[in-house]
């Protein structure tokens, strides 16, 4: 499961580039809806196809579902998207990296999972990690940093994915970490259609061209469907702390994956900042007594 979760900021941290393509021909919620609508019906199709749709679990824990729909899937891309429009990448990437912290310490309160010097350790230098990729070692940056009303939005952005991890844990004490995702994306895809409307882009969707259909196509699947059951089942079987740490490696790939794909550039400031958080990382994840977990990806959904 360890290994297995490198893959979700992967998936993610490409989905940062493919997304910033995607909104420049399709609005940003059309474009979330679409994604996340697609995603869903996979979804959807592979819990029939291998009967593992339990409407017992699911009435069990619908609030909790629901939660996880509302906050994780809906409010969380309606405030991430909105929120571009009123302030810089970098201040958005800032709020967003602390997300591993709240996670942590909102498990240790509520969850009561274990916080010890390793993880806390770990937490702190991969955080730090972040800020000089965010930064790209730059002081000045840090001392010209402003905040506007668009930083809200990344807040409560945050607040909505801390949340959403926090009700995973709970609910899957019940529910398989395909049929959590699965149902959850199905509610939170249906919120974002609703608010898609009021935009009125869906006419732009038959002019999108072949780049970008393509992107979405790699965000529905491996972005969204394969990443969100790794990260519910890493939730499931490691804890939220840990598995939140992995979070902290989004940034890293988002950005050589832009160098490489996108012509972004990348500076060594930002090499030393990628090479501490994956040393943090470590740390906080690793076990001096760990067993070794016979899975896969095909494992992951068959649950």
């Known amino acids: 499961m360890y290994v297995l979760l490198l893959l979700v900021p992967l998936f993610w941290g490409g989905a940062f580039g493919a997304a910033k393509h995607i909104i420049t021909e399709v609005p940003p919620i059309t474009a979330a809806t679409l994604r996340f609508g697609s995603a869903s019906l996979i979804l959807l199709v592979l819990v029939l196809v291998r009967s593992k749709w339990d409407t017992a679990a699911i009435k069990k824990q619908w609030i909790g579902l629901m939660g996880m729909a509302v906050t994780g899937i809906f409010l969380y891309n309606v405030f991430f998207f909105i929120a571009l429009k009123y302030t810089s990448a970098i201040n958005g990437s800032l709020i967003m990296a602390t997300t591993p912290v709240f996670i942590t310490f909102g498990a240790v309160f509520f969850l009561n999972e274990v916080f010890n010097k390793r993880l806390g350790f770990g937490l702190f230098l991969s955080l730090f990690g972040v800020l000089i990729v965010i930064f790209k070692g730059s002081i000045e940056t840090l001392l010209t940093l402003s905040f506007n009303s668009g930083d809200l939005l990344f807040v409560a952005a945050l607040a909505c994915w ?4 926090l009700i995973a844990k709970v609910v899957m004490k019940d529910v398989s970490s395909l049929l959590t995702t699965t149902v959850s994306m199905l509610v939170g895809s249906v919120f974002l259609a609703i ?13 999108m061209s072949f780049q970008s259909w393509l992107e979405l196509a790699y965000m529905s699947i491996l972005a969204s469907v394969i990443a969100f059951i790794l990260w519910n089942e890493g939730i499931k079987q490691i804890g939220t702390s840990k598995s939140s740490m992995y979070m902290n490696l989004v940034p890293i790939n988002a950005a050589w994956i832009s160098v490489i794909f996108y012509g972004s550039t990348l500076h060594w400031q930002q090499l030393i900042g990628m090479l501490i958080v994956i040393v943090g990382v470590f740390i906080a994840t690793s076990r001096k007594h760990s067993k070794t977990l016979k899975s896969n990806p095909l494992q992951m959904l068959q649950r």
């Open 195 to 207: 608010c898609s409307i009021f935009e009125g882009g869906w006419t732009d969707v038959a002019t």
């Open 162 to 165: 801390v949340i959403h991890g």
